[in-house]
C-alpha cells in the first residue's frame, strides 16, 4: 500500500473543480485534472467509457492509482421543462449522473486491483438544491 497521495479531479476544468485542484496546488499535491474544457492535464468525456479507461491509465502511468478523486463533471441546462429535447434531458443525464458513475467504477476497480485505499467524493452546484423554473432539466 502507498502512502504518497494521489490527486485525481475530474471535471477541474473550470468553476468548483478548477477551485479544487487549485486548493490541492496551492498546498503543493500533484493533481491531475480530467476534463473536456477549460485547463485540464487530460481529455476526458466522462460519458464515454473508452475514454474514462483512456484517462485513467494515462493517470496512473503519470500519478498512480488516484486515491483522493474529487468527481465535479457536470453541465448546467436552462429552459422549462416542457421545452426541452431527449437529447438535452440525455445529455445532461450522461453527464452529470452517468459519467460520474463509470468514474467511480473505474476508480474502485484500479483501487482494489492495487489494494490501495481511497477516498471518492462526488459534488454538485448550489442549482441542485434551488428551485428554479427555468432549469427543468437540471432539477434532476
Same mark, same amino acid.
Given at each position: 500500500?502507498?502512502?504518497?497521495?494521489?490527486?485525481?479531479?475530474?471535471?477541474?476544468?473550470?468553476? $468548483?473543480? @478548477? !477551485?479544487?485542484?487549485?486548493?490541492?496546488?496551492?498546498? +503543493? =499535491?500533484?493533481?491531475? /485534472?480530467?476534463?473536456? #474544457? &477549460?485547463?485540464?492535464?487530460?481529455?476526458?468525456?466522462?460519458?464515454?467509457?473508452?475514454? $474514462?479507461? @483512456? !484517462?485513467?491509465?494515462?493517470?496512473?502511468?503519470?500519478? +498512480? =492509482?488516484?486515491?483522493? /478523486?474529487?468527481?465535479? #463533471? &457536470?453541465?448546467?441546462?436552462?429552459?422549462?421543462?416542457?421545452?426541452?429535447?431527449?437529447?438535452?434531458?440525455?445529455?445532461?443525464?450522461?453527464?452529470?449522473?452517468?459519467?460520474?458513475?463509470?468514474?467511480?467504477?473505474?476508480?474502485?476497480?484500479?483501487?482494489?486491483?492495487?489494494?490501495?485505499?481511497?477516498?471518492?467524493?462526488?459534488?454538485?452546484?448550489?442549482?441542485?438544491?434551488?428551485?428554479?423554473?427555468?432549469?427543468?432539466?437540471?432539477?434532476?
Amino acid at each position: 500500500m502507498s502512502a504518497a497521495r494521489s490527486v485525481l479531479v475530474v471535471g477541474g476544468g473550470s468553476g $468548483i473543480g @478548477a !477551485a479544487v485542484a487549485a486548493s490541492y496546488r496551492d498546498v +503543493g =499535491v500533484r493533481a491531475i /485534472v480530467w476534463d473536456v #474544457a &477549460g485547463a485540464y492535464d487530460l481529455n476526458c468525456d466522462v460519458r464515454d467509457e473508452t475514454a $474514462i479507461e @483512456a !484517462a485513467l491509465t494515462e493517470t496512473v502511468e503519470r500519478i +498512480g =492509482v488516484p486515491n483522493e /478523486v474529487t468527481i465535479t #463533471a &457536470g453541465v448546467g441546462h436552462g429552459g422549462l421543462l416542457l421545452d426541452e429535447t431527449v437529447e438535452g434531458w440525455d445529455r445532461v443525464l450522461a453527464i452529470n449522473t452517468r459519467g460520474p458513475l463509470l468514474v467511480m467504477c473505474a476508480v474502485a476497480r484500479a483501487l482494489l486491483a492495487n489494494k490501495e485505499p481511497g477516498s471518492i467524493v462526488v459534488t454538485s452546484s448550489v442549482s441542485a438544491r434551488l428551485v428554479d423554473r427555468a432549469m427543468g432539466t437540471y432539477e434532476l
